[in-house]
């Protein structure tokens, strides 16, 4: 059973910087890709990177794209989600997602081709 934590959400004003890390516990055995998501409230989990544990293809929403980096560290089974020139309406609960199966790109924007889910962590962008 795979594992995965969140951590590194909190407030932020517009503009600033936030880094949002998710590790994998246990061994990563046959991890195909990560991703994060997202939940603003009141509304559906919505796309925000991908990232594929071999070679390192990234995928981006194109809301974030210029302004946020995914990135993962295989030694520490862990991806991060460096995002800057953060927004209000980038506030929301973030979730990061890991599958195993091999996935063509554009499945890995659907959150329900993802198996393991974290449990979120609040990023609030202050305007």
């Known amino acids: 059973q795979v594992q995965l934590v969140e951590s590194g959400g909190g407030l932020v004003q517009a503009g600033g910087s936030l880094r949002l890390s998710c590790a994998q516990a246990?061994?990563?055995?046959?991890?195909?890709?990560m991703a994060w998501f997202r939940r603003p409230s009141g509304n559906e989990r919505e796309f925000v990177a991908a990232?594929?544990?071999?070679?390192?293809?990234?995928y981006y929403a194109d809301s974030v794209n210029g302004r946020f980096t995914i990135s993962r560290d295989n030694a520490k089974n862990t991806v991060y989600l460096q995002m800057n020139s953060l927004k209000p309406e980038d506030t929301a609960v973030y979730y990061c997602?890991?599958?195993?199966?091999?996935?063509?790109?554009?499945?890995?924007?659907?959150?329900?081709?993802?198996?393991?889910w974290g449990q979120g962590t609040q990023v609030t962008v202050s305007s």
């Open positions: 246990g061994r990563a055995l046959g991890t195909y890709a």
């Open positions: 990232i594929t544990w071999r070679f390192d293809n990234t």
């Open positions: 997602a890991l599958t195993r199966d091999t996935k063509l790109p554009y499945r890995l924007i659907r959150a329900d081709e993802y198996n393991y």
